[in-house]
């Protein structure tokens, strides 16, 4: 079945980098784009952007550009999310979601979830 | 960006009732060329990622339950769920995709009168 496993939850220390993946199976990879999600404890979701598996061309949400980094290896089926310098304000669950082919960008199905705590 | 606006932030409605939560875009998801809302809704509980229930406003996503429907055009749309079951405790969202950035409304608590 269509499946998104995404890595373990992190702890790091303001400053520091995180890179989460998203490992997808059950599907031709590069049919489907895969998105990333944002959800700070206890809020609503945040759109971060999305990449294209055929080309590996990332788009960011305007606010996830600059420490925000989209990735692929497509030779392992997996998307990254890499997050630089992280704040204490990163703090949240990050989620990666599979867009249908054609543009339509609903969302499903979705990674279980990456918890990313920043604290010193 | 496109502002989504859902009404209520929480709702309490007893067990076999109806549910409705709407939802409100601060410009029209209509696409005239596809002929087409780019709206979507979302159920979340707790500890587990959303589940996508419904997309171009009003289509089901496989699997899910009869009870939910979404209706609407435009910049107002509305779920609804008949006969509210236990297991749909949960928080509901609604989605644009009409246009970057994709954006989310705020989220409505739904709970068991």
């Known amino acids: 079945q269509v499946q998104l496993v995404q890595s373990g939850s992190e702890l790091k220390k303001p400053g520091a980098s995180v890179k989460i993946s998203c490992k997808a199976s059950?599907?031709?990879?590069?049919?489907?784009?895969l998105n990333w999600v944002r959800q700070a404890p206890g809020q609503g979701l945040e759109w971060m952007g999305w990449?294209?598996?055929?080309?590996?061309?990332?788009t960011y949400a305007p606010v996830f550009t600059g420490r925000f980094v989209l990735s692929l290896d497509s030779s392992i089926t997996t998307a990254y999310l890499h997050i630089n310098t992280l704040r204490a304000d990163d703090t949240a669950i990050y989620y990666c979601?599979?867009?249908?082919?054609?543009?339509?960008?609903?969302?499903?199905?979705w990674g279980q979830g990456t918890l990313v705590t920043v604290s010193s | 960006d496109i502002v989504m606006t859902q009404f209520p932030d929480s709702l309490a409605v007893s067990l076999g009732e109806r549910a409705t939560i709407d939802c409100k875009s601060s410009?029209?998801?209509?696409?005239?060329?596809?002929?087409?809302?780019?709206l979507a809704w979302y159920q979340q509980k707790p500890g587990q990622p959303p589940k996508l229930l419904i997309y171009?406003?009003?289509t089901r996503q496989l699997g899910v339950p009869d009870r939910f429907s979404g209706s609407g055009s435009g910049t107002d749309f509305t779920l609804t769920i008949r006969s509210l079951q236990a297991e749909d405790v949960a928080l509901y969202y609604c989605?644009?995709?009409?246009?970057?950035?994709?954006?989310f409304g705020q989220g409505t608590r739904l709970e068991i009168k």
């Open positions: 979601a599979r867009e249908p082919p054609g543009g339509s960008n609903w969302f499903d199905p």
């Open positions: 410009q029209g998801v209509f696409h005239s060329s596809t002929n087409r809302n780019y």
């Open positions: 990449i294209n598996t055929n080309t590996g061309i990332p």
């Open positions: 171009w406003a009003s």
């Open positions: 989605q644009q995709y009409y246009a970057s950035p994709i954006t």
């Open positions: 059950g599907y031709t990879f590069s049919n489907y784009a």
